[in-house]
């Protein structure tokens, strides 16, 4: 009996702390990361920015998106590119959402192009729902094991940490600047606007 008990024991145990793990990314107040240097820096409320002339491309950010289509990033070069790493299961996300469904729509004019990366959604389902309910009309590429996440950014680069994370592409195609914390309207405007005014 005590020997089932012990690989059963094990197992919990390893559940909670993937589950411990899962939170933690999920929460994350915004503390920047990358390590050595990275030629960025990270403002009191958790923006990092890298200056003009020392940003990176991302590699490669293409993919399907949740209703089935094409997107590759790259296409979007001359714009300023806002990327939103979300999951349907995180309640940061949520949070979020609304503002950046009204930010996409408010900067639309002004040459701004806002892109999902939905992932750790094992399904479409609960994603295509997330995007219904908070009025979400811009496109998500469905990332569901983070491959892009991983692969897409360059290491020491603004890349994704967290979920969720918000990357900026300059009109380049360059990541300008990086959130790893939900963000509300204001937060928005304050990394987009100085990128929309750039020459």
Known sequence: ?????????????????????????????????????????????????????????????????????QLDVADLKGKVVVMNVWGSWCPPCRAEAPHFAKVAEETKAQGVEFVGINTRDANKGPAIAFEEDYGVGYPSLYDPAGKLIVNGFPRGSLNPQA????????????????????????ELHKIIDPLIAEK
């Open 1 to 69: 009996m005590s020997l089932s008990r012990a690989p059963r024991a094990a197992l919990l145990t390893a559940v909670a702390v993937a589950g411990a793990l899962t939170l933690s990314a999920c929460g994350d107040s915004g503390k920047s990361g990358g390590g050595g240097d990275t030629n960025f820096v990270t403002d009191t409320g958790g923006i990092s920015r890298a200056a003009k002339g020392e940003r990176t491309a991302p590699n490669k950010l293409a993919g399907k998106t949740l209703d089935g289509k």
């Open 163 to 186: 979920i969720p994370s918000t990357i900026v592409l300059d009109r380049e195609g360059k990541i300008a600047a990086r959130s790893l914390k939900a963000l509300g309207k204001k």
